[in-house]
């Protein structure tokens, strides 16, 4: 079955703290892992896939990264608006044909404070 | 704003009702998803419907069903409420032609069950 795991649960930053964001996941056969963000109030927010090891990706002061057992999101400066709940997922290829099901984590709550 | 819609917002009801989620997805796309989400367990995939088809099925309860109308939106029926099934609920759209991960999520059904 697949897994993901998220640590550490909740972070609490200074503006400009760097910090990375953990996701460890378990799947038979790695389709994609996907980072997502969500608002209080709000749905999730899709930020990035990552495909294969060693592959990285970049938006605004987020930085994704992918090994064969985890991914991490880096946020080298973060500021306030940065604060929110990160979610990791994955989707496997033995996910039934032509689904786009994810499995998620449970999340990262982030805080940055000015 | 993903351009998905969903209502209610809010619900309150008491354990043993019924009640009827919906959902309208973005213009164009033939996918829905139901997540559920709730403090312990994250983000749980319920079911996937592709133009009217069932594609996809997670743990979903049998006191749950779902279907997709020909006008595209779904509907999500939670039938002899439990008070563990207070949770907030997520439709979310794909285009369904090609699996890229990348789901579109309303802002949710929160459900609180008395």
């Known amino acids: 079955e697949d897994q993901v795991t998220q640590s550490p649960e909740a972070l609490r930053l200074q503006e400009g703290e760097s910090s990375s964001l953990n996701c460890s996941y378990t799947?038979?056969?790695?389709?994609?892992l996907f980072w997502y963000r969500q608002d209080p109030g709000k749905g999730p927010e899709f930020l990035f896939t990552?495909?294969?090891a060693g592959e990285e990706k970049e938006k605004e002061r987020l930085k994704a990264t992918l090994t064969k057992k985890e991914s991490f999101l880096h946020i080298p400066a973060p500021k306030p608006e940065d604060s929110a709940t990160y979610l990791c997922?994955?989707?496997?290829?033995?996910?039934?044909?032509?689904?786009?099901?994810?499995?998620f984590g449970k999340g990262m709550k982030l805080t940055v404070n000015p | 704003d993903s351009g998905v819609t969903q209502t209610p917002k809010h619900l309150i009801t008491a354990t043993g009702q019924r009640v009827t989620l919906r959902c309208s997805p973005r213009?164009?796309?033939?996918?829905v998803y139901w997540y559920q989400q709730s403090l312990d367990q994250g983000l749980q995939f319920l079911i996937q419907?592709?133009?009217?088809?069932?594609?996809a099925k997670g743990n979903i309860l049998e006191r749950f069903s779902a279907q997709q109308f020909p006008d595209l939106h779904s509907e999500l029926n939670l039938s002899s409420l439990e008070l563990g099934d207070s949770a907030l609920y997520f439709c979310?759209?794909?285009?369904?032609?090609?699996?890229?991960?990348?789901?579109?999520f309303g802002e949710g059904s929160r459900l609180t069950v008395l």
């Open positions: 979310a759209s794909t285009p369904g032609t090609v699996p890229t991960g990348e789901l579109f």
């Open positions: 799947v038979s056969g790695l389709r994609g």
């Open positions: 990552l495909y294969s």
């Open positions: 997922a994955v989707q496997g290829w033995g996910t039934q044909g032509g689904s786009e099901k994810l499995v």
């Open positions: 213009s164009g796309d033939l996918s």
């Open positions: 419907y592709y133009n009217g088809e069932e594609r």
